[in-house]
T-cell receptor, first 114, second 112 residues
Framework: DQQVKQNSPSLSVQEGRISILNCDYT??????FLWYKKYPAEGPTFLIS?????DKNEDGRFTVFLNKSAKHLSLHIVPSQPGDSAVYFC?????????????FGKGTSLLVTP | SQTIHQWPATLVQPVGSPLSLECTVE??????LYWYRQAAGRGLQLLFY??????ISSEVPQNLSASRPQDRQFILSSKKLLLSDSGFYLC???????????FGSGTQLSVL
């Protein structure tokens, strides 16, 4: 059962505008959330993370927002650049759970057009 | 600094042939190691993880197996490949369980 869901398989945004990628999760035990960026034929690279004790974390053009009551997080990219075109994966984990690995969503393919 | 190496980058194999993908991590000791697969149109599926030498856990029943003969070496194998084994295979490591993963560059496997 998919515990992390990215319901939009693709998103197209104009250069300079904001990109908003969404992610929902079902496991209320998740307390650590991450975003990864993946280019074709490459491994995913870590982008940004947030702990459940926070509701926002910012790193340059990237901001992650966490809404625990809604079990929802989002990644904002402002301003979007053509180099941001990639697949973005949301991931979550319960740090003190018996599981050992991150749970990933299916990804959202972002296309930033000039 | 830590680095992860995964090879080969691409592989084309006939159905029924064996498989061996290797992954090594440098610059850290006793990492947690993982094999993921990204099939076309699907997300990242965890196949195996290992918390130590000789300790392998499988997440999904499948035609593949994994081994960890050394602390920083993780191998993905199959005795006989199926068409459905095609996909992009990723090795990853983390310092502890449920923490940030660092991925290798991946292997694109095509079974024909």
């Amino acid at each position: 059962d998919q515990q992390v869901k990215q319901n939009s398989p693709s998103l197209s945004v104009q250069e300079g505008r904001i990109s908003i990628l969404n992610c929902d999760y079902t496991n209320s035990m998740f307390d650590y959330f991450l975003w990864y960026k993946k280019y074709p034929a490459e491994g995913p690279t870590f982008l940004i993370s947030i702990s459940s004790i926070k509701d926002k974390n910012e790193d340059g053009r990237f901001t992650v927002f966490l809404n625990k009551s809604a079990k929802h997080l989002s990644l904002h990219i402002v301003p979007s650049q053509p180099g941001d075109s990639a697949v973005y994966f949301c991931a979550a984990s319960a740090r003190y759970d018996s599981g050992y690995a991150l749970n990933f969503g299916k990804g959202t393919s972002l296309l930033v057009t000039p | 600094s830590q680095t992860i190496h995964q090879w080969p980058a691409t592989l084309v194999q006939p159905v029924g042939s064996p498989l061996s993908l290797e992954c090594t991590v440098e610059g850290t000791s006793n990492p947690n190691l993982y094999w993921y697969r990204q099939a076309a149109g699907r997300g990242l599926q965890l196949l195996f993880y290992s918390v130590g030498i000789g300790q392998i856990s499988s997440e999904v029943p499948q035609n593949l197996s994994a081994s960890r003969p050394q602390d920083r070496q993780f191998i993905l194998s199959s005795k006989k490949l199926l068409l459905s084994d095609s996909g992009f295979y990723l090795c990853a490591w983390s310092r502890t369980a449920n923490e940030k993963l660092f991925f290798g560059s991946g292997t694109q496997l095509s079974v024909l």
